[in-house]
């Protein structure tokens, strides 16, 4: 994987937790957000600041709302947060 440099620190950001689920949102068409995908990738953080990404995704969403095991995957992984954003 490429590195990845936060600006005001001139620092790489390091890795903090591997495995960290989070959850896309879909909009409901009514200003509200539902879910819709769960995924897995990697938590970096920058040292100096503490900012902090999730990047590593695999190719494919752990699982999408409309399958029956969304709820217990959602459980399982427990997502860090949702990103409601398209």
């Not at 709302?65 to 959602?74: D, V």
């Amino acid at each position: 994987m490429k590195p990845v440099v936060c600006v005001p620190c001139r620092l790489f950001f390091k890795i903090k937790k591997n495995g960290v689920a989070i959850e896309e949102g879909m909009p409901r068409g009514d200003g509200t957000w539902g879910p819709y995908k769960l995924w897995q990738g990697d938590l970096w953080e920058c040292q100096g600041c503490g900012a902090q990404i999730v990047r590593g995704f695999g190719s494919q969403a752990i699982a999408e709302h409309f399958e029956a095991k969304y709820a217990t995957a959602t459980e399982r992984f427990q997502p860090l947060f949702r990103v409601d954003d398209c």
